[in-house]
Nanobody, 113 residues
């Protein structure tokens, strides 16, 4: 049974940092990624990590505040200089090679101003 379990969310003040984790079990995946969904907004892609190369890719808007990394079956999302607009539920996903086939339950991040 495939499971993706996120952790590391919580309440943090603006300017602070968080490190989110996503542990995968049940099978291996070519790639994993992070998404977030802010209140009343659509889910947006934050970045992906390819296990075979150890390379992370990001959308343009992420810039330098977000860093993805991976170790064994766990990927991490380091978020620095948190802003109130970073508030939302952060989801981990795993690719089966043709798309984001598996999703975690999400971890909530709340950034206070």
């Amino acid at each position: 049974q495939v499971q993706l379990v996120e952790s590391g969310g919580g309440l943090v003040q603006a300017g602070g940092s968080l490190r989110l984790s996503c542990a995968a079990s049940g099978r291996t995946f070519p790639g994993m990624g992070w998404f977030r969904q802010a209140p009343e907004k659509e889910r947006e892609f934050l970045g992906s990590f390819t296990w075979s190369t150890g390379v992370a890719n990001y959308p343009d808007f992420v810039k330098d505040r977000f860093t993805l990394s991976g170790d064994k079956n766990t990927i991490f999302l380091q978020i620095n200089t948190l802003k109130p607009e970073d508030t939302g539920v952060y989801f981990c996903a795993a690719s089966d090679g043709s798309g984001w086939a598996y999703w975690g339950q999400g971890t909530r991040v709340t950034v206070s101003s």
